[in-house]
């Protein structure tokens, strides 16, 4: 059975760095991977400081091979019919024939074509572990439940193209548009099953796993955060949390010692906001990371004696469900019943004060779009589970 690691996270916190230690950790542990980035700035071939890859396989070293993805081609070689029928839905509608095609050629799609990549790969058996080095953005994740979505109404509305037709029907009346031939159709149909079957991977806990990278700074955290919320939202399994370049401690420069003692707050911080996930700490290297030895040296930071492979956390931290008008949500959070905690909601997160030993500890979740016209309603701790109502205002 295959094995896919989706690392993702904020831009520049070491997605890149981390994929490309990994996948060379599982290589020398005589697994058979493929690493995967879809980003267009060729970043692999820097972290490897190797002459270009190209869009297909191609082996680095023993065990290992890696890709670059470029998702237009992906689109011209697989897509074009349905990707020329939209155009020509835009063209239709009175649109410069060049701008239709930039239209059509919705954001988004990049993201999936590299998924797709991954069904493909899947298909063909030829790999033991994908590792999928995922583009920077909080948008990227989205398009990973871009299956789901497909998937589940894609079809009630007669697939993608219904879909993506609703963008043309802004402009005007379906009816005058051009029926989609059978070809587009025939497409279609193939690229709906594809998703099914990327969907039916993503959401395996034993073949699926997404790591955070973040680093010892709030807005990487709350970045990872909110990333960790959504997969469990779309039941994809997170396993691990990596808080990449932390500086050493101890330094007799007060400038770096300020740095360092702020950023061991961070980590504190972010043990307690992925909670129960485990998190490997890794420290800033003295030069910028590059290279096999420095990969290999990283690693082994991330990972010492355990396998890359391993599926190192299972289980829902987050877990939504619906009561009629009700949304109840349950999160996991470092402390119980016996605290002394507060509950209150500011816009997109929920704030969580604890009153220990030390003070007040402030935990936030963030919370998921569906609770955007809701109010907090009941909130009560069972153990180390919080659980959380929200009414919809009337
Ligand atoms: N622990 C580390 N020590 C030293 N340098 C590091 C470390 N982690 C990452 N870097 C360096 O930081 C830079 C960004 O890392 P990387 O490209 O892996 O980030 P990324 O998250 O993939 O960025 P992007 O969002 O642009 O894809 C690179 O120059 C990399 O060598
Ligand atoms: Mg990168």
Redesign the pocket.
Known sequence: MLRLII?T????????????STALKLAENKSNTLLISS?P?H?LT??FAMPDLGYEPKEILTNLHALQIDPLMEMNKQYTTILSYMASLFHTRGIDETLAYELAMLPGMTQLFSLLKVEEVARTKAFDTVVL?M??SGEALRYLYFPKLVGSIGRKLSGLVGMFSGFARIFQPLSRLPAPPQSVLANELELLARLDRLHMIMINQDVTSIRL?ANPDTFSIENAKRAFMSASLYGINVDLAII???MPTGSSDQYFAGWADYQRVRIEDAKASFYPLPLKE?????????GIE?LRE?SQ?MFENQDPAEVFFRGSVFRFAREDSLLRMTVRVPFTEKDDFDVERHGDQLTIKVKNRVGYVINTVPLPAATTGMKLAKAKLQGDELSVLFEKIM
């Open positions: 690392y996270g904020k831009g520049g916190t070491g997605k890149t760095v981390s994929a490309c980003d700035a970043t820097d972290a080095d583009a920077a990278v990449n370049k932390i890794v420290k800033l290297h003295g030069t910028e990371l590059r420095m990283n930071l």
